[in-house]
DNA sequence: GTTACTTGCTTTTTT
DNA sequence: AGCAAGTAAC
C-alpha cells in the first residue's frame, strides 16, 4: 500500500485516494495522468473497495488499454486478462457478442472498417440510383457516422431540406443492408451497445451493479453518444450504479473533426455534480522554457476550464526558431541539427520531427534518407489495411458468415476468375427480386455467369468444410491456398512482399490465440455453445438469466471470429518497424501521448499550421492552438520550430507568411537562428524577395522566384493587392511565364480564382 | 475481361 | 506531385 502511493504528489495523491464520488481529472500534458487512473484502479482493489471485476476502465485507442493492463500487472498480483478494461469499441464488441440475440444480431456479426463501410454505401447509393455527384459517398458516409455519433437513428432526425431528407433515407437504407448482411460499422457498435442497455432494464441494471467504479482516459475526446452511453453505463439519474472518475486535459482537444466535444467535460461536471475537481498541473516531462511557451500559448484561447503548467526542472534552453527559404532548405537545416543532435550523443528516436499534415513528410523523408539517416515514419498503411490482407481477411470472413456482401464483392472475382461486371449486375438482381444476400442468390442466376458463380461458391463451401475441425492457423493457411491468392501473387513481379505479409497471417493468427487465452488447438469455428459452461450465467432478481460477458473471449466468440474482430478493431501497427534505432517522424495528432528529448516543429506557417480551413470552422483555429500546445509539450529538452518561405503543396509552389502561433509565444523563450523579421505579404514590410542577400545557404530558389517577379511586366509581385473592373479586389497568388507571357492568378475572394494575362488585364494597384 | 490512360482530390485519425 | 479510382480502348 505505502508503495503504491509512493512517490505522488500531493494532487496526485489526492486523486488517487477520492471517496466513491464522481470525479473529474484536469490532467495536464506531462503530469502523470495514466499514473493516476493505473495507480486508482489499483488502490481501489487494495483496499477492498472493489473487486477486479467491478471496474470498468475505458480508453479511445488500444495502445492505451495495453498500456493500463501493463502497469496494472506490474502494481498488483492478479490476473488482468478477465479485467474490463479496454476499448469503448472493444468493450462494446464483448457486450454485442454476449448478448448478440438481445442485440438482434447474428453471433458472427462482422465489423467494418471504414474502407468497408465507405464501399458498403458506394455499393448503395448505387442500387438506388443515387447520383453521387450530388450525394458524394463520402458525405453520406460522415452523415451517418456523425448522426450516429450523436446517438440519433435515421427516424430521430427531422430533415431541414430535400437533400437532408434524402440522407436521412440512405442512411436507414444504409441501416437495413448493414443489418441484412450481419455487419457493423464502428459507430454501430457503440450506438447498438447502448440502445441495448437502455431498453433491456434487466441487462442494464446487471451491468450497472456489476460496474462500480468507471473510470475514463481522455475524457476531453468523447462524443455524445460515448457520454451518454458512460451516463447510462453509470446509472446517472438512478439510484444504483457506479462511480465515474474521468479524467481529461481541454487543452488537448485535438478531435472534434471527428465528433469530440469538449463540452462533456463542463456538461459531466454539472451533470453529475462534481464536487472533486482535481488540477495535476506539476510537469515532470519538459524544462521551463518549453513549458512556459505552450501556458503563454493556450492562454490565447477563449474558452478554457483554466489550468496551468508548473516545473521543478530550471528554464533549459530556450526553443530555436528557424526561417527557411523554401520547403527544401527547412529539411537541410532539420537533417544539420539531427545530425548535431546525434553527433552530441542523442539517441535517434529521442528526435521527433512534427508535421501538421502528412504531404509534409515527404519533403524530410527524401533528406533524411539522402543523408542516411534512418527514420521512421507514423500513418502508413497498417497490416490489416493492406490489399493483399484485405483479400486474405474478406475469404474469411466468408468461412465465417458468407451472406457478407461486401466480403463476397471483395474477392468473388479476386483473383480473376472470369466474374466481371456483367454477372455481378445479374446476380444483384437476383439478389433484389428475393431479398436475400449474393452469395444466397447464386442458384437464382442461370447460363454461364452462372457456372462461374456456383464454382466460387463450391469454392468457399469446400473450403469451409475442409477447415471445419481445424485450428487457426491452419485454417488461415488452407484459405491462403484455396483462395489461390499465395499463387496469384506468385506470377506478379511485385508479389514478394505481398506473399510474405499473406505468410505472416499465419503467425499473427498463432499469436493471436495465445494472447487472447484461447487453446492452440481449439477448432477455429468451434460455436461458444460448446463452451457456454465457462460463461457466468447469471439470474436475477427478476428471473431472467443473463450470460455475463465476463468470461474470457473464447465464451463467446469462436476464435475465428475473434480474430477477425480483432483485425477490425486493432488495424495492427504501422508497418514493420525499423530494426535500427531511428528518427521518428509523425503528424501532431499522432505525437499526442508521446514524449522525446528533441523536437522539430516544422511547417509553421498560416494556412499549413494553422491549417486555412480550420479559420471556415468554429473555434477551429482555438483547435489549432491546442494542436501546437500538444506538438510543444512533447518535448523534454529541445524544442526547434521552423517555417519556410516557399514550399510546394500539391504540385503547387506556395508562399506562407509565418504562423501567427509565433506571435503568441513568448518572446525570451525563443532564439532566433535567423533574423527575425516583421515579415508580411500585406503591407508592412515587403515580400522576403525584396530583401537580398535571403538568410540561409539556399537561397537559389527564393531568388530565382524573385528575379521573376520582378521581370514579369508591370513589376506585379506575388501576395499584391490588386482592382479588376469586373471581378473586384483581388490578391495575385502566381505568376507564371515573363514579358507579354506573362499570366498571373488572382484569387478574386468571391469571384473566385482567375488566371488573367497581365500584358492584357487592366488591374490597378490598391 | 483486362489493361492503359485520364480525372480528381488532397487536414488531422481511431476504432 | 502523387495516388486512387473511374473510364475508354484493347
Redesign the pocket.
Known amino acids: 500500500m505505502q508503495n503504491l502511493l509512493h512517490n505522488l504528489n500531493e494532487e496526485q495523491l489526492a486523486a488517487v485516494t477520492l471517496p466513491a464520488q464522481s470525479a473529474l481529472i484536469l490532467a495536464g500534458a506531462g503530469s502523470g495522468k495514466t499514473r493516476v487512473l493505473t495507480t486508482r484502479i489499483a488502490w481501489l482493489i487494495q483496499t477492498g473497495q472493489v473487486s477486479p471485476s467491478g471496474i470498468l476502465a475505458v480508453t ?4 492505451a488499454a495495453k498500456e493500463m493492463l501493463t502497469r496494472l500487472s506490474a502494481m498488483l498480483p492478479i490476473n488482468t486478462r478477465g479485467m474490463w478494461i479496454g ?4 468493450l462494446c464488441n464483448r457486450l454485442l457478442r454476449t448478448h448478440h440475440r438481445d442485440a438482434a444480431l447474428p453471433q458472427t456479426f462482422q465489423i467494418l ?2 474502407q468497408d463501410q465507405l464501399s458498403a454505401i ?1 455499393r448503395l447509393l448505387k442500387a438506388q440510383n443515387v447520383d453521387d455527384e450530388k450525394f ?1 459517398p463520402k458525405d453520406v458516409m460522415y452523415f451517418i457516422n456523425g448522426a450516429k455519433d450523436q446517438g440519433l437513428r435515421a427516424h430521430d432526425i427531422e430533415p431541414y431540406n430535400a437533400d437532408e431528407r434524402k440522407k436521412v433515407e440512405l442512411y436507414q437504407l444504409y441501416d437495413d443492408q448493414c443489418q441484412r448482411e450481419g455487419v457493423v460499422d ?2 454501430e457498435l457503440l450506438l447498438r451497445t447502448y440502445e441495448l442497455l437502455s431498453r433491456n432494464q434487466p441487462l442494464r441494471e446487471h451491468y450497472q451493479q456489476r460496474f462500480q467504479h468507471i473510470l475514463v482516459d481522455e475524457f476531453q475526446d468523447t462524443n455524445d453518444l460515448q457520454y451518454k452511453w458512460l451516463k447510462l453505463l453509470s446509472g446517472h439519474g438512478g439510484q444504483q450504479g457506479g462511480v465515474l472518475f474521468a479524467v481529461g486535459d481541454d487543452d488537448q482537444s ?2 472534434a ?2 465528433g469530440a466535444n469538449v463540452g462533456n467535460m463542463s456538461a459531466f461536471e454539472r451533470e453529475f455534480n462534481v464536487k472533486n475537481l482535481i488540477k495535476l498541473e506539476q510537469n515532470y516531462r519538459s524544462h521551463g522554457h518549453i513549458l512556459d511557451a505552450a501556458n503563454v500559448l493556450i492562454a490565447n484561447n477563449s474558452k478554457r476550464l483554466g489550468k496551468n503548467l508548473r516545473t521543478d526542472a530550471g528554464h533549459g534552453e530556450q526553443l530555436r526558431v528557424y526561417e527557411a527559404n523554401s520547403d527544401l532548405s527547412e529539411a537541410s537545416w532539420i537533417i544539420e541539427e539531427t545530425k548535431n543532435l546525434i553527433h552530441d550523443g542523442a539517441s535517434r528516436s529521442e528526435i521527433a520531427v512534427l508535421y ?4 509534409q513528410s ?1 519533403v524530410i523523408e527524401h533528406a533524411l534518407f539522402s543523408a542516411g539517416i534512418p527514420y521512421h515514419v ?2 502508413g498503411l497498417r497490416y490489416f489495411q493492406r490489399a493483399e490482407v484485405k483479400h486474405a481477411i474478406a475469404y474469411l470472413q466468408l468461412m465465417d458468415n458468407p451472406h457478407n456482401d461486401s466480403a463476397f464483392l471483395r474477392v468473388v ?1 479476386f483473383p ?8 455481378i449486375e445479374t446476380l444483384q438482381a437476383a439478389a433484389d427480386q428475393y431479398r436475400v444476400s449474393l452469395y444466397a442468390a447464386v442458384p437464382y442466376v442461370t447460363g454461364k455467369a452462372g457456372t462461374s458463380l456456383a464454382g466460387f461458391v463450391k469454392l468457399i463451401e469446400g473450403t469451409r468444410f475442409e477447415t471445419q475441425q481445424m485450428a487457426l492457423p491452419e485454417l488461415v493457411r488452407i484459405v491462403l491456398e484455396q483462395s489461390t491468392l499465395l499463387s496469384h501473387y506468385a506470377t506478379e513481379k511485385e508479389g514478394a512482399d505481398r506473399i510474405e505479409n499473406l505468410e505472416q497471417m499465419v503467425s499473427a493468427a498463432t499469436q493471436f490465440l495465445s494472447e487472447e487465452g484461447y487453446g492452440q488447438g481449439a477448432p477455429a469455428h468451434l460455436g461458444p455453445q460448446a463452451q457456454a459452461s465457462s460463461g457466468t450465467a447469471v439470474v436475477n432478481e427478476d428471473g431472467f438469466e443473463i450470460l455475463d460477458a465476463d468470461a474470457p473471449l473464447a465464451t463467446v466468440m469462436s476464435p475465428l471470429s475473434a480474430f477477425l474482430s480483432h483485425a477490425s ?3 495492427g501497427d504501422n508497418q514493420a518497424t525499423i530494426g535500427q534505432e531511428a528518427v521518428q517522424m ?2 501532431v ?2 505525437a499526442k501521448g508521446l514524449e522525446f528529448n528533441n523536437v522539430f516543429i516544422t511547417g509553421l506557417e498560416e494556412g499549413l499550421f494553422p ?1 486555412e ?2 479559420s471556415r ?1 468554429h473555434d477551429g483555429v482555438e483547435e489549432e492552438r491546442r ?1 501546437m500546445y500538444v506538438a510543444i509539450t512533447r518535448a523534454r529538452q529541445r524544442l526547434y520550430l521552423s517555417f519556410a518561405q516557399t514550399r ?1 503543396l ?2 503547387q509552389t506556395r508562399y506562407n507568411m509565418k504562423s501567427r502561433f509565433f506571435e503568441e509565444l513568448p518572446e525570451d523563450a525563443l532564439k532566433w537562428l535567423t533574423p527575425k523579421v516583421q515579415q508580411s505579404w500585406f503591407g508592412g514590410r515587403k515580400s522576403a524577395w525584396d530583401e537580398a542577400p535571403l538568410v540561409g545557404s539556399d537561397n537559389a530558389i527564393a531568388q530565382k522566384f524573385a528575379a521573376k517577379a520582378i521581370s514579369t511586366g508591370g513589376g506585379w509581385r506575388i501576395g499584391e493587392s490588386v482592382a479588376h473592373a469586373k471581378f473586384g479586389e483581388g490578391v495575385i497568388v502566381n505568376i507564371e511565364g515573363s514579358g507579354n507571357n506573362a499570366r498571373a492568378q488572382i484569387n478574386f475572394g468571391a469571384a473566385g480564382m482567375k488566371v488573367l494575362d497581365l500584358s492584357i488585364a487592366k488591374l490597378d494597384r490598391i
Open positions: 479511445f485507442t488500444n495502445k476499448t469503448f469499441h472493444g472498417d471504414t458506394k458524394p464502428f459507430a485535438i478531435y473533426f471527428r501538421r499534415s502528412n504531404a515527404r507514423y500513418g472475382n480473376a476468375r472470369g466474374i466481371g461486371v456483367r454477372s478493431l486493432e488495424a509523425m503528424t495528432h499522432s491549417h480551413s480550420s470552422e494542436l510546394m500539391h504540385g
